[in-house]
């Protein structure tokens, strides 16, 4: 959910993590992720996105947000928009890359690097956001930027909503934790 009047317009980039709640139960949440690397492919300067991270985000920042809007007595429907921009300033200027630990190797995921990368926008009951069905809720938003990537699928939240832990590598403990607190179906 966006801000009619952010305090951070949301196309700068955010140093660490930067959250708005506002009174009207709107939220804009920024957390700066992604490195700059050369890819392995050709050896071109890109920001490399983890496809971890987009699934993290979109579980983390959906369930906060609905966390507010329950707490400012606004809960219900809403849209929530999901946007990654790389930084303004053009000595960190490259293309956005998505990359993943797959074949145990972290390396670019699909097929496409991009320079802008369109929202991914989902209109959602927040109380979903609340509940065992919050995967289910937020996968639209992680595939609606995955795609853009050519990725067809993500590895981290299945079509079922159920969260596959072992492809958030290293953090497999940590996520079934969280999972197993806010009653979220995951598997190993």
Do not use: K
Not at 56 to 66: G, I, T
Not at 107 to 126: H, Q, Y
Not at 159 to 168: S, V
């Amino acid at each position: 959910m966006t801000s009619s009047t952010p305090i951070r317009p949301p196309d700068r980039a955010a140093r660490g993590y930067y959250c708005e709640l506002n009174s009207d139960g709107s939220a804009l949440c920024a957390l700066q992720v992604g490195t700059l690397r050369l890819s392995p492919a050709d050896g071109t300067r890109v920001w490399a996105l983890g496809e971890g991270a987009v699934a993290w985000l979109a579980l983390a920042m959906s369930r906060l947000a609905a966390a507010f809007a329950a707490h400012a007595e606004v809960l219900g429907e809403a849209a929530i928009d999901m946007t990654v921009t790389s930084p303004g300033h053009a000595v960190q200027a490259a293309p956005i890359e998505v990359w993943n630990h797959a074949d145990r190797t972290y390396g670019p995921a699909g097929g496409r690097r991009l320079a802008d990368i369109a929202p991914s926008r989902c209109a959602v009951d927040l109380t979903t956001c609340l509940s065992a069905d919050l995967a289910r809720t937020a996968r639209p938003l992680v595939m609606g930027l995955l795609r853009q990537f050519d990725l067809s699928e993500s590895r981290h939240i299945d079509p079922a909503g159920i969260i596959q832990r072992r492809h958030f590598t290293g953090h497999d403990e940590s996520i079934l934790a969280w999972t197993q607190a806010i009653g979220v179906p995951s598997a190993a």
